[in-house]
């Protein structure tokens, strides 16, 4: 009976040690080198460029971490890996964080990459006399990464802006790229919202056409009212609350990936870049880093005035943050306490 007692009881702490390890809430500290899962939206999305280059830079190594970067065609997919505990850090958009916190999932950027989207809204060449304005979106199938992603999130916005509802158009999962590029052109979509380089690939062959510009500035506060933060590193809460040294690691890394892009071409980005990224044509590559490099910012942090139009944009439509947006705290959708500690480092 002592010895089955016994096997019981280890069998329990086998399984506790189990469960701690899958715990959302804890970081494997290795032997003094943190080993972290950071999944991104879609490694080879010119938005989300800082995660590589900052592994091609050598920028977490320096800095003593273990870093593991996931690719994913979709942020919503990515926050669900974060939520779950198996990845411990997301590049994605910010808007996921206020999303989030009226799921009551409290989610937080601690480095804020840019803030404008990066993205644009491109329609088939073939309907560009039909599809003048996101009033023509009525009855129109239009293209996103997946329901509930960013490129959701903003192709809601621009209807909604003009008037149309989200019920009126039919959204259509097709990820990026070719899976992206061929139902836009077979006219199984009449447009749809993506990022470079697929822009520049249907733009250079006149498939596409862009009808709302949110790589600039000028197009971001044009269409959505204002900036609109995007690409950032967002962690759990407890995690931030946790681990503020291995957080603050995290930060120094991509700060200095945000100084290195400020001061480099187009060009020599590219060349720092792993070469499947260029999907065999380098020089429509550095094309789409050009169009879309002036997005990022160089020190990592939030523009508070962008936090509040994200809320703003993301209550004009959403079921979901719109009955609770006067109770958000975007306080805790964001910190700029580790870009700022990232700032005074050489």
Same mark, same amino acid.
Request: net charge positive; glycine share 14%.
């Given at each position: 009976?002592?010895?089955?007692?016994?096997?019981?009881?280890?069998?329990?702490?086998?399984?506790?040690? #189990?469960?701690?390890?899958?715990?959302?809430? #804890?970081?494997?500290?290795?032997?003094?080198?943190?080993?972290?899962?950071?999944?991104?939206?879609?490694?080879? =999305?010119?938005?989300?460029l800082p995660a590589m280059l900052t592994q091609q830079l050598g920028g977490f190594k320096k800095e003593g971490l273990d870093v593991e970067l996931l690719g994913e065609q979709s942020g919503a997919t990515a926050e669900t890996g974060l939520i779950s505990g198996e990845v411990q850090g997301v590049v994605g958009f910010y808007d996921h964080t206020i999303d989030l916190q009226a799921k009551e999932q409290c989610i937080t950027s601690v480095v804020q990459m840019a803030n404008i989207p990066?993205?644009?809204?491109?329609?088939?060449? =073939? =309907?560009?006399?039909?599809?003048r304005s996101a009033a023509d979106f009525r009855g129109r199938k239009l293209g996103v990464t997946s329901l509930g992603s960013s490129t959701d999130f903003l192709t809601k916005a621009l209807a909604a802006k003009d008037g149309v509802s989200s019920s009126d158009y039919t959204?259509?999962?097709?990820?990026?790229?070719?899976? /992206?590029?061929?139902?836009?052109?077979?006219?199984?979509?009449?447009?749809?919202?993506?990022?470079?380089?697929?822009?520049?690939?249907?733009?250079?062959?006149?498939?596409?056409k862009v009808l709302y510009d949110l790589r600039t500035e000028q197009g971001t506060r044009a269409a959505l009212g204002g900036l609109y933060p995007s690409t950032s590193l967002y962690m759990s809460c407890e995690i931030v609350h946790r681990y503020p040294e291995v957080v603050q690691k995290l930060a120094n890394a991509f700060v200095g990936s945000l100084r290195w892009i400020s001061a480099h071409s187009p060009e020599e980005i590219a060349a720092k870049m792993p070469q499947s /990224?260029?999907?065999?044509?380098?020089?429509?590559?550095?094309?789409?880093?050009?169009?879309?490099?002036?997005? /990022?910012?160089?020190?990592?942090?939030?523009?508070?005035a962008a936090a509040r139009n994200a809320l703003r944009v993301l209550a004009s439509f959403s079921k979901n943050v719109a009955p609770r947006k006067d109770k958000i705290a975007l306080d805790r959708t964001y910190t700029t306490k580790f870009a700022d500690a990232a700032a005074t480092k050489p």
């Open positions: 009976m002592r010895r089955k007692i016994g096997l019981l009881l280890a069998l329990v702490l086998v399984a506790a040690g #189990t469960m701690a390890c899958r715990d959302s809430r #804890t970081l494997d500290l290795g032997e003094g080198t943190p080993h972290l899962k950071i999944v991104v939206g879609g490694l080879e =999305k010119v938005i989300y990066g993205e644009a809204e491109v329609i088939s060449a =073939k =309907k560009a006399g039909e599809i959204p259509v999962k097709v990820g990026a790229g070719q899976t /992206f590029i061929a139902p836009l052109t077979r006219g199984e979509i009449d447009a749809g919202m993506t990022t470079d380089p697929t822009i520049a690939q249907l733009t250079t062959t006149g498939q596409g /990224f260029a999907g065999g044509n380098p020089r429509l590559y550095v094309k789409s880093i050009k169009d879309s490099i002036g997005m /990022f910012n160089a020190d990592g942090k939030m523009d508070p």
